[in-house]
């Protein structure tokens, strides 16, 4: 008989951006935190059940695994330029007969063309994406963004802070590209919007920002001390369910390195 807890996760052993659904967007022993903070980070923002929220570069699904079933029937929109991913997180993640339920609606632009779907969203969501994007493209993204942005609307992000701004003009993967915050603000800026830090914990250091538009600004809650929320996710991540599952992939990669050797 074979135990869960001892076989590898999918795609776990295969670096990011490998060629598998769960590998390609991130860590595959993180597969399943990284899904659990963006919910609860948008739960926690406010997002309910009636509300419409737009998934930008939404992969293979691993938050709209958690936000499908939460959200009413037609109230998720995912964008994802590499459709594999759509449809291999719909084959292992999310199952036909939900996607049958819930209805979501996919775009597989890769312009951030976000008027697409034709309609204003409560909630918007780009969890790693600017951490891969040029400054054009952050720009293109909130140009868009803030068309489809009603009055009270609340578009979360992350982005890796650094000291220097990304000068590429080119999309950067599996590697990440940094920006100040001074950068960030100034992109709101030049939409009209604010942007407005949160002290969310990111499992891969990045750090989250709220656009939204300035009247709104001050509605943004806060989330607690940083430290604590901090340290609250440190031992998330030593949970001993998540130390153990690493060591025994270590383990069983060491082993079949071997019997191919043999
Ligand atoms: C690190 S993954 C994050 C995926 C997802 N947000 C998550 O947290 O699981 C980055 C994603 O951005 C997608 N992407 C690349 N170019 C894009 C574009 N122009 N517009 C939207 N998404 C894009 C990639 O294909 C990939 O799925």
Redesign the pocket.
Known sequence: MSDERTEEKPGESLPTGANHYRA???PGQKYDL??AM?FNLLTLLGLRENHTLL??????L??GRLFIPYLLPGNYYG????EW?VDEGIKNEVGRDLIDLKKPTFSH????TLTTFGQKFDFL?????F???SGK?MARCLSEAVKVMTPTSVFAATYVRGNTNYTGDE?A??ECVTYTPHYMQSLAGEQELACVPLSWPHPNNQSWVVFTHRSNAKKIPSLGDPIDMGKRLRKLEKYIYVKARTKISAVLRKRKARGKSR
């Open positions: 390609f967007v991130g990284m899904a963006q998934d930008i570069g939404c992969g293979s691993r938050g964008m994802e330029p590499e991913l632009d890769a312009d951030f969501l780009a969890q790693s994406i951490s891969h994007a493209q999309w993967y599996p």
